[in-house]
């Protein structure tokens, strides 16, 4: 899942039905929408029951024919499957690490079995 595919949820259904435990999404997400950004990747780590490491863009471009210049807020982050933010990183951009353990996406699906509900 890439950037803007964050906003459909759909995409993230079959991820969980194939027991996908770790979800990347590469972005570039402008500062208008950081808000929004950080919702959503918490929300979809949630609704997955995955960790999911969500890589968002730094700095600033001049995009389009006007050369608007946009700016990107960075905050990349790893989400863990119950939707605690294990790790957040800056506008600076750099390094952004966090320890992450794929039973914990397993014990939480034993525990809280979304997919029978989704099917039912």
Same mark, same amino acid.
């Given at each position: 899942?890439?950037?803007?595919? +964050?906003?459909?949820?759909?995409? %993230?259904?079959? +991820? ?22 950080? $919702? +959503? ?6 609704? $997955?029951?995955? %960790? ?23 905050? /990349? ?12 990183? /800056?506008?600076?951009?750099?390094? *952004? *690490? ?12 034993r525990r809280v079995p979304v997919e029978k509900d989704?099917?039912?």
């Amino acid at each position: 899942v890439i950037c803007y595919d +964050l906003r459909f949820g759909e995409l %993230f259904v079959p +991820l969980h039905a194939q027991r996908a435990e770790l979800l990347l999404v590469p972005a570039q997400w402008p500062i208008a929408r950081a808000g929004q950004w950080r $919702a +959503l990747v918490i929300g979809r780590a949630v609704e $997955a029951q995955a %960790f999911v490491l969500a890589c968002n863009r730094c700095g600033s471009a001049s995009i389009g024919r006007r050369g608007e210049t946009l700016e990107y807020p960075g905050n /990349s982050l790893v989400v863990g499957p119950n939707g605690d933010v294990l790790a957040e990183g /800056s506008a600076a951009g750099g390094w *952004t *690490t966090a320890e992450i353990d794929p039973a914990e996406a397993r014990e939480l699906r034993r525990r809280v079995p979304v997919e029978k509900d989704r099917s039912a």
